[in-house]
């Protein structure tokens, strides 16, 4: 493999501006060798090699080569003496000189880089290990005045070596928060916590956390005690850490307020969530410190393989030599400050969350990603081949039985395609989500760390490809299955259980406990699922508004859903059950209800962000866009109910107005495209595809397939077969349109990341300095 390709294999991406141009560098050495070629000393050799050799010039080449061995040495000491100049070519070319001033360029760029980010990295660790200095002070004071106390039932800490988990959480193992300081019945008892406190405070303070009136200085002068709180800001990404957030808060402002009050209360859950913080804070740092070595490795390999290329090439030994002593005399080679803090760390994490188990601990700081297996892509074709084979049984079949011709009952397809094609519309989307991740994971677009997914669990493109292809398979052979007994005149209560067995299984599997079949997945579908439909009580991550997004994309499954479980409470498969869950004034009322749910959602998690981020208006300009989408729902329903012209009118008002709304988003936010001043007519100016004739496309498609509301106001006439047809139809171009959609949505997102050289997540710390009141 060249090397070029090595490096672009190995560097992180988004550091991609912060490497030494290989490639730039390499092309100066091509036009280098072009024009040495073409020299008239080459022509000269090519000339001698015409007409034969001289008996002089063995004698000629030796004193050559020791007149310029002499040179070269006379060069080097005075260069040793008068310090690395670059000015070192005496040929006089001119490729020659920018290739040194380029690499002197490109030398400089790669030492500003490394030391702005050494920096960073420095004191976002100084940081992390000062939280974790006080964090170990706290539970030790903690645990030593649990000591003192008269113990009822104390906790058993003698299985715990002191440097373990259990150890930093053995001075926090009653069921209540640990208050100190709150008023006791004897005078004994309130000096041990006022005593407590002073210790706590003391702890804190040596670490730089100050206390503006604390308790310490007010008993000594036997004054009215104010009432402080050692600070521990847990951000209230669930309802639960709100709640608690809320309640110390109230808690400490009537402390404040009463009489006699240290105030001093620390909360066994807010500790036990500081140390988890400050852990996914060590782990993130190790993992930015190992980049850091990587880059400095990458880049002395590509300095030195440039550097032979250029000697090869132009014969300048001494420059190359005084080019690579500067090289390995940088900034990004030399100073250790790196590798320094990267063992600090990791000793720290071994003895304090590692029980001093060194194997342990590398697994949490360097996880191995699992290697793909060549199992996954034998059972996912042998699953294709299935599907494709059953899908034509069911064609060959269903031809027969003449389901599809406008003489047959449409009981068949009015009660059964809704269930099926619930099950088709979730395996459509696995798929395209499989092909999100290859094209992903093909353009270097690092979608693990956008997602925040553990890159050792997450679901790789062949396991979305063998859950997609297996889903199919069984679905396709279930309604082979029931097409082939339906025919046969088995009786309704066998028919029922072939898409309740496929229902009850498919649900089985999606919580099943078990480790088995992609848990980690799994769990974390249901964990986001979760933190849509709580929407706002949870924080929004990326992965939370990418699956609610991918919902406003699916409300045709959510009505196939609502036919789904109104079908079985109904009754199964019988003609009653159909005209049950679709003559019912509420069926209707709740179909339009769940058309509504993705995009309420969406704007709820919208709004949450707008409070969250700083009050950024984007933020509800974007939630404007899911309000105009609810508008439009709603004139369809409306000119549905009552297709009159007045009502066809607004339909078309609303609908063509969220569709201009979403475009625009679409292109300008989510992708962002349409920039007038861009280099790439009417795109951006950073684009990961080669072919800018993709993205035009791409755009063109948008456009057409935003469009698809038109059908559902044109009030076409068509049979019920062909009217179910046309409604999965539209339901799949959707689903396509949003897989389509994915990839340049995170592009932009990749691409603002590469921007702004984020590769570590951004790990809030816990404790806070106390402010005045």
């Known amino acids: 493999m060249k090397f070029s ?80 100049e670059l000015d070192l070519v005496q040929s006089g070319d001119e490729e020659v000189k920018s290739f040194v001033e380029r690499a002197e360029k490109e030398l400089e760029k790669v030492n500003d880089f490394y030391t702005r980010m050494e920096e960073g990295f420095c004191q976002r660790g100084e940081e992390v290990l000062k939280q974790l200095q006080i964090l170990l002070e706290v539970k030790q004071v903690l645990k030593e005045s649990r000591h003192r106390r008269p113990r009822r039932r104390a906790p058993s800490l003698g299985a715990a070596s002191p440097g373990s988990t259990g150890a930093l959480l053995s001075g926090i193992n009653s069921p209540s928060p640990v208050p100190v300081g709150t008023p ?18 003391a702890a804190l303070e040596r670490n730089g956390v100050t206390f503006i009136g604390s308790a310490r200085g007010k008993v000594k002068k036997e004054a009215k005690p104010r ?87 132009t014969n300048e030994e001494d420059t190359s030599v005084c080019f690579m002593k500067k090289v390995k005399g940088s900034q990004f080679i030399v100073s250790d400050k790196v590798l320094r803090l990267q063992d600090e760390v990791e000793s720290l994490f071994t003895m304090h969350f590692a029980s001093n188990d060194r194997k342990i ?83 270097r677009i690092n979608n693990n760390f956008i997602f925040d997914f553990k890159p050792n669990t997450a679901l790789k493109h062949r396991d979305a490809f063998l859950i997609s292809s297996a889903f199919m398979t069984a679905v396709v052979g279930a309604m082979v299955a029931h097409l082939f007994l339906k025919y046969n005149h088995v009786s309704s209560h066998h028919l029922d259980a072939i898409p309740g067995i496929l229902l009850l299984i498919c649900l089985g599997l999606l919580v099943c406990p078990f480790n088995i079949l992609y848990r980690e997945t799994r769990f974390c579908f249901l964990r986001v699922i979760r933190n849509i439909v709580f929407s706002p009580l949870y924080k929004v991550l990326m992965a939370d508004f990418f699956m609610a997004d991918q919902l406003t994309s699916q409300i045709p499954l959510f009505r196939y859903m609502e036919f789904t479980a109104c079908y079985f409470i109904a009754g199964g498969l019988k003609a009653g059950s159909y005209e049950t869950c679709n003559s019912s004034h509420q069926y209707k009322l709740l179909a339009y209800v769940i058309s509504f749910l993705p995009y309420y959602w969406r704007a709820m998690q ?46 078309i008002i609303a609908c063509s107005g969220a569709t201009l709304y979403q475009l625009y988003w679409d292109f300008v936010k989510d992708w962002g495209l349409m920039n007038p001043k861009s280099k790439n007519f009417f795109l951006r100016d950073q684009l990961i595809l080669k072919k800018k004739s993709i993205y035009y496309f791409s755009m063109g498609l948008n456009v057409v397939l935003r469009l698809a509301w038109i059908e559902s106001v044109m009030k076409i006439n068509l049979g019920p077969v062909e009217h179910r047809l046309v409604d999965f139809t539209l339901a799949s171009l959707e689903i396509i349109r949003r897989g389509h959609w994915n990839y340049y949505r995170l592009e932009n997102e990749h691409l603002n990341n590469v921007g702004k050289f984020r590769t570590m997540k951004n790990i809030p710390l816990p404790f806070r300095e106390m402010d005045s009141d």
Not at 42 to 65: C, K, W
Not at 379 to 391: I, R
Not at 427 to 443: Q, R, V
Not at 641 to 647: A, F, H, I, S, Y
């Open 184 to 201: 006791t019945r004897t005078e004994e008892a309130q000096q041990e916590q006022i005593a407590v406190v002073e210790e706590v405070i």
């Open 361 to 443: 601990a590398r697994i949490s700081l360097k996880p191995q990603q699992n290697k793909d297996s060549h199992a996954i892509t034998f059972f996912a074709g042998l699953f294709t081949g299935t599907f494709v084979t059953l899908f034509s049984v069911y064609a060959i079949l269903a031809h027969f039985c003449g389901i599809f011709t406008s003489t047959s009952t449409s009981g068949y397809v009015e009660t059964v395609y809704p269930v099926f094609s619930m099950f088709a519309l979730i395996s459509l989307h696995i798929f395209l989500y499989g092909c999100n991740l290859f094209m992903w994971k093909s353009t």
């Open 606 to 651: 919208c709004i949450r962000r707008y409070m969250e981020e700083g009050y950024d208006i984007n933020h509800m300009a974007n939630c404007g866009k899911y309000i105009s989408a609810m508008v439009a729902a709603a004139a369809r329903m409306l000119y549905a109910m009552d297709p009159t012209p007045v009502r066809l009118a607004l339909a």
């Open 227 to 313: 009432a402080d709180v050692i600070r521990i800001d847990i951000p209230g990404t669930t309802p639960t850490l709100s709640f608690m957030n809320f309640w110390e808060s109230l808690v400490n402002g009537l402390q404040k307020e009463g009489e006699g009050g240290n105030g001093y209360h620390l909360n066994r859950m807010k500790i036990q969530k500081a140390e988890k913080m400050i852990r996914e804070a060590l782990v993130e740092l190790y993992k930015g410190l190992e980049r850091m070595k990587k880059y400095s490795s990458l880049n002395l390999l590509a300095f030195t393989k440039i550097i032979k290329k250029f000697t090869k090439v």
């Open 5 to 84: 390709r090595e490096l672009e294999a190995q560097l992180v991406h988004e550091w991609r501006d912060g490497y030494v141009d290989y490639k730039r560098l390499k092309k100066i050495i091509k036009n280098i060798k072009v024009s040495l070629n073409s020299s008239p000393k080459n022509s000269s050799e090519s000339q001698s090699l015409l007409y034969g050799f001289s008996i002089a010039d063995p004698i000629r080449s030796l004193v050559t080569r020791f007149s310029s061995e002499s040179n070269s040495q006379n060069r080097l000491q005075g260069d040793e003496e008068n310090g690395y």
